[in-house]
C-alpha cells in the first residue's frame, strides 16, 4: 500500500523548537515531491511548500520563508518540517502530501499523510 | 497568488440528490484544477485531478468539469459518505492555492 505516515501530535510553548517528519511507504520515495499543507481549526488548505527528495530542491510559499525549513532523509525515506521559534498562530494540522507530476505539466497530491496536529500555548 | 473562489460556501442535500460546486479562479489556468474532499477529523482525498479526470478508486457519481477560469464538481446521486467539505485547487502556478471549501451537509 502507497501511504505517508506522520509523526504524533506536539504540544509546545512559544519560542520552542520543534521537528516533525512524514514517511513514506510502498513506493520509490525519491521519484516524488513531497508538499506541505498547513490546515488552521475550521479553515482550507494552505500550501507552505515542496521538497523534491531527488535533490532536495525546495519551492517555499513566500508567507513561509524563512519561518519554516523542509528538509528530507532519503536513508530513512522521510521528510521534514521544522521550526527554530514556534508561535501561537502556528496552532494547526500539517499535512504532507504526495506531488504526482507524470502527466507532463500537470501535477496533484495524490497522497495524503493523516495529519500532525501541533498546538502552540503557553 | 492565483484566487479561487468556490460557491456556495455550504448547503443542504438529501441523499440521491444530485449536486454542484463551482469554483472560479482569478486568471486563466486551463485545465490545471483538481478536487478533494474532506470528511471530518480525515486528510484530504483526491477525486478529480486536471479538471475532469476520475482518480483511481473513487466512484463515478463524482464528476469535474470547465476549463479556463470556471470549473464544476458534480455529485450525480448523493451517498451518505459524501457528505463532506470539497476543496478546489489550482496546479497552474507552482505557488498552490485552494479554494475556501464547500461544506455539504445533511439536509
Known amino acids: 500500500d502507497v501511504q505517508l505516515v506522520q509523526s504524533g501530535a506536539e504540544m509546545k510553548k512559544p519560542g520552542e523548537s520543534l521537528k516533525i517528519s512524514c514517511k513514506g511507504f510502498g513506493y520509490r520515495f525519491t521519484r516524488f515531491s513531497i508538499a506541505w499543507v498547513r490546515q488552521k481549526p475550521g479553515k482550507s488548505l494552505e500550501w507552505m511548500g515542496t521538497?523534491?527528495?531527488?535533490?532536495?530542491?525546495?519551492k517555499y510559499r513566500p508567507s513561509f520563508e524563512g519561518q519554516v525549513t523542509l528538509s528530507v532523509d532519503k536513508s530513512i525515506n522521510s521528510a521534514h518540517l521544522q521550526w527554530s521559534s514556534l508561535k501561537a498562530s502556528d496552532t494547526a494540522v500539517y499535512y504532507c502530501?504526495?506531488?504526482?507530476?507524470?502527466?507532463?505539466?500537470?501535477?496533484?497530491?495524490?497522497?495524503w499523510g493523516q495529519g500532525t496536529l501541533v498546538t502552540v500555548s503557553s | 497568488d492565483i484566487q479561487m473562489t468556490q460557491s456556495p460556501s455550504s448547503l443542504s442535500a438529501s441523499v440521491r440528490d444530485r449536486i454542484t460546486i463551482t469554483c472560479r479562479s482569478s486568471?486563466?489556468?486551463?485545465?490545471?484544477v483538481n478536487w478533494y474532499q474532506q470528511r471530518p477529523g480525515n486528510a484530504p482525498r483526491l477525486l478529480i485531478h486536471t479538471a475532469n479526470i476520475l482518480q483511481s478508486g473513487v466512484p463515478s457519481r463524482f464528476s469535474g468539469d470547465g476549463f479556463d477560469r470556471d470549473f464544476t464538481l458534480t455529485i450525480s446521486s448523493l451517498q451518505p459518505e459524501d457528505f463532506a467539505t470539497y476543496f478546489c485547487q489550482q496546479s497552474y502556478s507552482y505557488h498552490y492555492t485552494f479554494g475556501q471549501g464547500t461544506k455539504v451537509e445533511i439536509k
Open positions: 502530501a504526495r506531488l504526482d507530476e507524470s502527466d507532463g505539466s500537470y501535477n496533484w497530491f495524490d497522497i
Open positions: 521538497i523534491s527528495p531527488g535533490d532536495s530542491n525546495i
Open positions: 486568471q486563466s489556468i486551463g485545465s490545471y
